[in-house]
């Protein structure tokens, strides 16, 4: 159980162009979605925090016109890279926590996102 | 503010040799613990967590993690590594009065050599 999905797992886009990406639990209600950026061999920073229904809460220096989250309903939220840079490119990682487990996280698989 | 010190980057440790990986955390007030692996190109995985109760905590893939609330620290240890260990380890900190926040340390690279 507490499994969360992401998609898509890369994605390869020019610089200028929006992208989009999913992050959904599958098997329990999220009333909690957090989103990391992982650059190589360095740890998860914390964009941003989103609770279903609400608006996202920013993590400082991440700038929220950019990097637009919405977590519409209890099991997907998404992020999307506006007008994208090759600066953007790094693997996005999703985190769901709620109905399960107890101040527990749980991880998708993270999507590479590469910017030309 | 809560802090997480993975002191080693990197820990190269031959096949079926015992390893530690060292965690320190500073918060002021309770906290509970996690170590998540990650192999390449793949989200975490949870090892082990401590939410309340023993300090020893058993986890997955023969891991184990002791709390230690004196000395502020969760070290991860496994008595005899493989191969397939191999990957960067991540120790994190939530805290009781924070929600469902986590701070991430640094990471330790486990590098398993035949």
């Known amino acids: 159980g507490a499994v969360v999905s992401q998609h898509p797992s890369w994605v390869i886009c020019k610089s200028g162009t929006s992208v989009k990406i999913e992050c959904r639990s599958l098997?329990?209600?999220?009333?909690?979605m957090f989103w990391y950026r992982q650059f190589p061999k360095q740890s998860l920073m914390l964009m941003a925090t989103?609770?279903?229904?609400?608006?996202?809460?920013?993590e400082q220096g991440v700038e929220k016109d950019k990097f637009l989250i919405n977590h519409a309903s209890l099991t997907l939220s998404t992020l999307t890279v506006t007008s994208a840079h090759p600066e953007d490119s790094s693997f996005y990682i999703c985190?769901?926590?709620?109905?399960?487990?107890?101040?527990?996280?749980?991880f998708g698989p993270g999507t590479r996102l590469t910017v030309t | 503010a809560q802090s997480v010190t993975q002191l080693d980057s990197q820990v190269p440790v031959f096949e079926e040799a015992p390893v530690e990986l060292r965690c320190n955390y500073s918060?002021?007030?309770?906290?509970?613990l996690f170590w998540y692996v990650q192999y390449p190109n793949q989200g975490l995985q949870l090892l082990l967590k401590?939410?309340?109760?023993?300090?020893l905590v058993k986890g997955i893939n023969g891991f184990e993690a002791e709390f230690n609330k004196s000395q502020t620290s969760f070290h991860l240890r496994k008595p005899s590594v493989h191969i397939s260990d191999t990957a960067e380890y991540f120790c994190?900190?939530?805290?009781?009065?924070?929600?469902?926040?986590?701070?991430f340390g640094g990471g330790t690279r486990l590098m398993v050599k035949p």
């Open positions: 985190s769901a926590s709620g109905s399960v487990g107890r101040g527990e996280q749980y």
């Open positions: 098997d329990f209600q999220a009333t909690t």
């Open positions: 989103s609770n279903e229904g609400s608006k996202a809460t920013y």
């Open positions: 918060s002021s007030v309770s906290v509970y």
């Open positions: 401590y939410l309340s109760g023993s300090t």
């Open positions: 994190a900190v939530g805290e009781n009065n924070a929600g469902n926040m986590l701070t």
